[in-house]
């Protein structure tokens, strides 16, 4: 079992930035590639960004490209998502996420933090 638990979600003015946590517990969390998700009312989880086990590769959704960026720290056991110039439709719950195999697909994940609200307005 890997527990996650997001932090560093809240509220900020369209163009602000924002850096979210994931500290992981459990199993090796250097064995597990991590994903960031999120979810805005009404809508589906949407994949934002991913990252391999050792930090050297990560993917990103198109609509945050340039403007996200995932890292971690294995000695820390912590990923995290640098958001920069927010925008209003970047508000959404994000979760973390842990995967044997990463990939883009929420069915490839197989534990889940609890969730981060982010807030952005215009």
């Known amino acids: 079992q890997v527990q996650l638990v997001e932090s560093g979600g809240g509220l900020v003015q369209a163009g602000g930035s924002l850096r979210l946590s994931c500290a992981a517990s459990g199993r090796t969390f250097g064995n597990y590639a991590m994903a960031w998700f999120r979810q805005a009312p009404g809508k589906e989880r949407d994949f934002v960004a991913n990252?391999?086990?050792?930090?050297?590769?990560?993917n990103y959704a198109d609509s945050v490209k340039g403007r996200f960026a995932i890292s971690r720290d294995n000695a820390k056991n912590t990923v995290y998502l640098q958001m920069n110039v927010l925008k209003p439709e970047d508000m959404a719950v994000y979760y973390c996420?842990?995967?044997?195999?990463?990939?883009?697909?929420?069915?490839?994940?197989?534990?889940w933090g609890q969730g981060t609200q982010v807030t952005v307005s215009s």
């Open positions: 990252i391999n086990w050792s930090g050297r590769s990560s």
């Open positions: 996420a842990a995967a044997t195999y990463g990939t883009t697909s929420i069915g490839a994940y197989d534990y």
